[in-house]
């Protein structure tokens, strides 16, 4: 059976891939290429993220800032294409087995590091096996846990050896976190910043700036148009916008909603909008008083007006959500789970299941969360009233707002880029164990289903198992989601890139510098 169709990779039936199935995957489309990409001129950028404690070892990469710099400066086994696809890229080709728990995949020829040495099978191996084990704090870790043995065969393939079949594996490769770095000992050196990526890091400042170059000896001439690139990490939204304005960045993410549709009249600046998987979030401790009662979880749940926050938060770039992280674009979105809607009558009911009358919590809020987020936490603030919730917004500092409040305090603002496979992204922040589990949430029932989903190959059968991890996270997890937020940008008209962008994370799926060019 042909693999690719049409010059896309089928998602339903990538169990093997080639590298030429890639190449006619990212040709450009429509008449959006009109002019031919040139290489030359410095870009400069401003990230609405980062933090001071940033580091460059991948297992910590957790904002904007630092998947910038995983997809600039590292090479990754696979790369999701701006059509939703899946291409090889360091790894050149991949092929499982009937039951998807054994996976074969060849390294290109001709990939070195930065300083020269050739990529090897091993400096691959040593990479995924960072992520792994019971001493890693990667937050790659429980991505990866499935992974029961890494082996070598020959000098080009590597062999995955998985404790169940999983069909959606060599998506999980294309995570930012797992890049790949030179081996040293048992280990591998992420402290030098030497990649096989498109771009060679010159300098590093954690939370503040970085500076890169094109790397002359990539593999691929079809990327790193320009010469050089400039990010730089400012959280404040209106420093950002000022820097788009006045040109001194050329592209700025996370632009002010509020304010998008006057920039759209400078007639040096384009406004991108790309509908993706990016939701915002308020995460609860459900270890703690009042959010170990799901009765209370589910009364914020319907205390919230979806909506309102849709229409005067995102201006309508956006979605109501579902209290799950599943986009309605994806694979085994659940068509048929009863959408929530703001109901104060329904939110005091649970909280008389509770045995409460009214609650009092404070919720944690920083536009470092996402832009409006203050606003939001407002808004919810008068929403939840009328059932008898009392929610006092605190504002936090942007600067710490990641190490110091996420994760630290009881109920918080958060925004989740997202995933490009359901299993990911439950696997990331609602198995039991994961790093990133902001709710500290845990279900046995979810996580079995993610462990049977994971290496079931029947297509409905599998779909019935994410439906029912959808239902599961919606009414018993501790993490309110009322919209999904469309990725808004912008760019200097000085700067072209193709129409269709990637979805699967901001501005272009973080690999903007790579693909655009001045015009």
């Known amino acids: 059976m042909s693999l690719i169709k049409g010059g896309m990779l089928d998602r339903r039936g990538f169990l093997k891939t080639t590298a030429a199935g890639a190449i006619a995957a990212s040709l450009p489309m429509g008449g959006a290429l009109a002019q031919t990409p040139k290489r030359g001129g410095h870009v400069r950028v401003a990230i609405g993220h980062g933090a001071t404690t940033d580091t460059l070892n ?28 899946l291409s090889p890229e360091v790894a050149e080709s991949w092929e499982a087995s009937a039951d998807a728990a054994e996976w074969r995949f060849k390294l290109r020829k001709g990939v070195t590091f930065h300083s020269g040495k050739p990529v090897t099978v091993q400096d691959v191996i040593n990479s995924i096996n960072f992520h792994r084990g019971e001493d890693s704090t990667s937050a790659a870790g429980p991505i990866v846990a499935a992974i029961k043995d890494i082996a070598a065969e020959g000098d080009d393939t590597i062999v995955f050896t998985l404790d169940g079949g999983n069909a959606d594996f060599p998506f999980i490769l294309s995570d930012y976190h797992i890049v790949i770095c030179p081996a040293d000992g048992d280990s591998i050196d992420w402290r030098s910043g030497d990649g096989c990526g498109s771009y060679v890091l010159k300098d590093f400042n954690p939370g503040v700036s970085m500076a890169l170059e094109r790397n002359p000896n990539h593999w691929r001439d079809s990327v790193a148009w320009f010469d050089s690139a400039e990010v730089l990490a400012i959280v404040d939204q ?73 229409d005067k938060i995102l201006f309508g770039y956006g979605s109501v959500g579902n209290d799950h992280p599943i986009g309605r674009g994806q694979r085994f979105f659940n068509t048929e789970l009863e959408q929530k809607t703001y109901d104060p009558d329904k939110a005091k009911w649970h909280l008389k299941e509770a045995g409460l009358d009214s609650i009092d919590v404070s919720l944690s809020a920083a536009d470092a969360a996402f832009v409006g987020a203050v606003d939001a936490a407002v808004l919810y603030q008068s929403s939840a009233a009328a059932a008898g919730i009392n929610l006092k917004p605190v504002r936090e500092p942007n600067d710490g707002y990641w190490s110091d409040v996420w994760m630290k305090k009881d109920f918080a603002a958060v925004y ?42 029947d297509e409905d059968k599998r ?45 272009d799926g973080m690999r903007f510098i790579e693909r655009w060019w001045f015009a």
């Open 238 to 310: 209106n420093a950002r916008t000022t820097a788009l304005v006045s040109g001194d960045v050329d592209v700025a993410d996370r632009l002010d909603l509020k304010t998008v549709s006057l920039l759209a009249r400078n007639p040096n600046i384009q406004i991108n909008s790309v509908a993706g998987m990016q939701h915002y979030t308020f995460a609860m401790d459900t270890r703690e008083a009042p959010f170990n009662d799901n009765n209370v979880r589910q009364a914020l749940k319907y205390g919230v007006n979806r909506q309102e926050l849709v």
């Open 58 to 85: 991948p297992g910590t990469y957790e904002n904007s800032f630092t998947t910038c710099l995983s997809y600039s400066l590292h090479g990754h086994l696979t790369e999701v294409l701006q059509d939703g696809s």
């Open 463 to 507: 779909r019935q198992m994410y439906w029912e991890m959808q239902d599961i996270v919606s009414n018993q997890g501790g993490v309110v989601i009322p919209m999904f937020a469309n990725w808004v940008f912008g760019n200097s008209t000085k700067v072209a890139h193709t129409e269709q962008m990637s979805s699967n994370w901001d501005v």
């Open 416 to 457: 989740w880029s997202g995933r490009v496979v359901e299993d990911q992204m439950f696997a990331t922040a609602y198995q039991c164990d994961a790093s990133w589990n902001d709710s500290f949430w845990c279900s046995d029932t979810f996580d079995d289903l993610l462990v049977k989903a994971r290496s079931e190959l």
